[in-house]
Nanobody
Framework: QVQLVESGGGLVQAGGSLRLSCAAS????????VAWFRQAPGKEREFVAR????????YYADSVKGRFTVSRDNAKNTVDLQMNSLKPEDSAVYYC?????????????????WGQGTQVTVSS
């Protein structure tokens, strides 16, 4: 079992930046794929980005490519999401999730462990 805790959300103006962090407790991320999802009110939870802990390969949704960067910190056992050039449509609750079952998953059902979420609000 792994427990996930997100931090770093908040309110920012359009064009600004935020950095989210996902910390794991219970065990290390070493054999996991860790992803970020987001969910806005009345919308489906959508994939944002993922990173394979082993090797560090990343993948992004088209909507955030070039603006968001997902990275891992081995020493802290965290996965971070650097969000730049934020837009009002990026406003949502952001969740980190982890799985050992799939290497390339972008669907929420493929992930077994979830954090509680952190709110990101981008004002226009």
């Amino acid at each position: 079992q792994v427990q996930l805790v997100e931090s770093g959300g908040g309110l920012v103006q359009a064009g600004g930046s935020l950095r989210l962090s996902c910390a794991a407790s219970g065990r290390t991320f070493s054999s996991y794929v860790v992803a970020w999802f987001r969910q806005a009110p009345g919308k489906e939870r959508e994939f944002v980005a993922r990173i394979r802990w082993s090797g560090g390969s990343t993948y992004y949704a088209d909507s955030v490519k070039g603006r968001f960067t997902v990275s891992r910190d081995n020493a802290k056992n965290t996965v971070d999401l650097q969000m730049n050039s934020l837009k009002p449509e990026d406003s949502a609750v952001y969740y980190c999730a982890a799985t050992q079952r799939y290497l390339s998953a972008t669907t929420a059902t493929s992930y077994d462990y979830w954090g509680q979420g952190t709110q990101v609000t981008v004002s226009s």
